[in-house]
């Protein structure tokens, strides 16, 4: 190989090697996908658990979904005060005040409370047995107690007691609604902090059949709808049901007369929850 081809190659190389870096070069430029630069600020202040409480898959959807106007900063059960401050810096909104909540488990009617229906050999878990048998229990709306809630809980914040039935561990929840979600029977539900009283039930039945099985029934008296109020409490389809937008908050039941307990209070010493030492000692 001469030195006049040996040139001729290298000017070509070189002139290949210019036309593809060019090519590179303009293909980045027209197809590179914008980033906000506010997007991994946003995300460092969120809690980085992917639980889906928020409705998007995960921190990093949520993040881009607050840049994009698409969600509220507060929309995260998970994250903390601290967080939401430095979101709504990022962000240059006003930050709002977290209301912290709670899953509330909405059935006291656990394997000593009801009557066994058969012995479930099934799937042992909760929808399985919803889907296939109705699990073990007459009542129909009850707690199941084979722990869908406990596994779908990213936060350790659920255990089943000695008597089948889901117990919450403030220290440990975040209100993040897994729990709520998952369960079959619906007697999962989150709420504020502040609210006190519930009815812990959600049979439809008669009152002559849910007074068979179940002792921890509510059996549409309606003597809390009553006391209370209608616009307060109301009993629809044999089921009280309370009106939170204007009730709830309170610091006794409005009515003596349910025999079954079935309103009552959160923090009463049946419902005190033995994984919360805090609430132990101070009931």
Not at 82 to 93: A, K, L, N, Q, Y
Not at 95 to 105: L, T, W
Not at 176 to 187: A, F, K, L, T
Request: proline share 4%; glycine share 10%; net charge negative.
């Amino acid at each position: 190989m001469n030195l006049t081809s040996l040139i001729v190659s290298m000017i070509c190389l070189g002139g290949l090697g210019a036309l593809f870096s060019l090519g590179l070069a303009l293909a980045h430029a027209k197809l590179q996908v914008y980033v906000d630069p506010r997007l991994e600020n946003v995300v460092e202040e969120l809690p980085g658990v992917n639980c889906g409480g928020c409705g998007y898959p995960g921190c990093s959807a949520f993040a881009n979904a607050i840049i994009s106007g698409m969600a509220e900063i507060t929309a995260c059960p998970v994250n903390t005060q601290d967080g939401i401050t430095g979101i709504s810096d990022i962000m240059g909104v006003q930050a709002e005040v977290k209301v912290k909540e709670y899953a509330r488990v909405l059935c006291r009617g656990g394997n000593n409370e009801t009557i066994p229906k058969a012995d479930y050999r099934g799937i042992k878990t909760c929808i399985a047995a919803h889907l296939t048998f109705g699990g073990d229990k007459l009542c129909r709306y009850g707690c199941l107690g084979y722990g869908d809630c406990v596994s779908s809980c990213p936060f350790d914040a659920i255990q089943i007691d000695d008597n089948g039935l889901p117990r919450v561990n403030e220290d440990k929840c975040t209100g993040c609604g897994n729990c709520e979600e998952i369960c079959p029977r619906s007697i999962i539900e989150i709420h504020p902090a502040n609210h006190n009283l519930f009815i812990f039930c959600k049979s439809q039945d008669e009152a002559k059949y849910t007074r068979l099985v179940c002792t921890r029934a509510c059996n549409g008296c309606k003597s809390c709808q009553k006391k209370a109020g209608e616009d307060k409490i109301s009993v629809i389809n044999n089921l009280a049901r309370i009106n939170y937008d204007i009730y709830g908050v309170v610091d006794e039941v409005p009515t003596t007369q349910c025999k079954n307990h079935a309103i009552d209070l959160l923090r009463n010493p049946f419902e005190m929850n033995p994984l919360n030492k805090k609430n132990h000692d101070s009931v």
